[in-house]
């Protein structure tokens, strides 16, 4: 995706997720992430829907989505999605445009 803001990047997917057409990307850590650790993901995720909203007007992502895949071993192996829609998604990417115009001035 790209956007007039100057950016652009790759996500992962857009699917059906819980009913809901998802923009999601795929993280891969050691440990589980709290939704609070997620920020900085989910800005990204937001910089992708706004993009994507710019680019595709008539096909509207209704929540993002981070699929955490977690563990150093087997044994500790685990998931965790976490969502985000509507006010949330707004607030994600009203934090993202600030980001971009104080790298931009």
Do not use: C, M
């Not at 057409?21 to 920020?39: A, C, E, G, W």
């Not at 900085?40 to 895949?69: R, S, T, V």
Request: zero cysteines; hydrophobic letters at 35%.
């Amino acid at each position: 995706l790209e956007h007039t803001l100057g950016y652009q990047r790759k996500f992962d997917g857009v699917g059906v997720f819980s009913g809901k057409v998802t923009l999601f990307d795929h993280k891969k850590t050691n440990r589980r992430k709290s939704p609070k650790q997620l920020i900085n993901w989910f800005q990204q995720l937001a910089a992708y829907h706004q993009a994507h909203g710019f680019l595709y007007p008539d096909h509207p992502i209704e929540q993002i989505a981070i699929f955490n895949i977690f563990g150093k071993t087997e044994d500790e192996l685990g998931t965790r999605v976490t969502t985000l829609d509507g006010q949330e998604i707004t607030a994600q990417t009203t934090r993202f445009n600030t980001l971009i115009a104080g790298k931009t001035e």
